[in-house]
């Protein structure tokens, strides 16, 4: 069963990639999908911080589609309506994510260290911590969200290697590329916003 739901988790996470890749509100349906398959493996597997942050995910696709969606509704022509502008991330978030996601990573590792029987915990810990921010990052349509996957994506590579999830390895292999595309992706998107708005 688990080598089916691993199957099944793949083939989500990459219509969840493709959505992404091209700013498309219907990543936030299939990312509601994958986290429920996601934390039946991670808990079998021993990650409980990857499993517990899902639980976030679930939450986070809803606020996520909410605000690239409804918050980006244009009230002056009747039934029109504009998605959420990609725009970079002011000096005041970074340092709010910084913290955020130090104190977090701290929490957690301590946690996994003297709650569970945990053999990774810094490591599940990182990922977990800024996997956090990330997503409300990509959420509030940050451009930088894509570099905090980047490193989000390369340690879950070697983490789910190790832990024998070959499959999510493979996965999180192409996140890892997809993030650097994606972030060229949405810089030029962003760009022709702007130009758009411009003229």
């Known amino acids: 069963m688990d080598i089916a739901l691993e199957i099944a988790g793949f083939c989500i996470g990459l219509i969840y990639l493709w959505y992404e890749y091209h700013a ?9 999908v994958m986290p429920m398959i996601s934390m039946w493996i ?27 969606t409804l918050a980006g509704r244009r009230h002056d022509s009747g039934s029109a ?13 970074w340092v709010g ?14 946690g ?6 945990s053999t990774v ?26 570099l905090a996957w980047m490193v989000v994506d390369a340690v879950c590579v070697c983490l789910y290697a190790y832990k024998g999830i070959y499959l999510y390895a493979t996965l999180y292999t192409l996140y890892t590329a997809i993030a650097w595309l994606g972030y060229r992706k949405w810089r030029r998107l962003m760009a022709a916003t702007a130009a758009k708005m411009e003229s």
């Open 24 to 32: 498309n509100p219907r990543m936030w349906i299939a990312s509601v």
């Open 42 to 68: 991670y808990f079998r597997k021993g990650l409980y911080a990857d499993f517990a942050i899902n639980i976030y995910y679930l939450v986070m696709a809803v606020y996520g589609y909410a605000v690239w």
């Open 81 to 93: 309506k504009a998605s959420r502008p990609i725009t970079r991330m002011p000096a005041a978030a």
């Open 97 to 110: 994510c910084a913290a955020v996601f130090a104190l977090l990573w701290a929490a957690l590792g301590l």
């Open 112 to 117: 996994l260290i003297y709650g569970t029987d």
């Open 121 to 146: 915990p810094w490591y599940d810990a990182f990922t977990t911590a800024l996997s956090i921010v990330a997503l409300w990052m990509l959420a509030r349509k940050y451009l930088e969200q894509w």
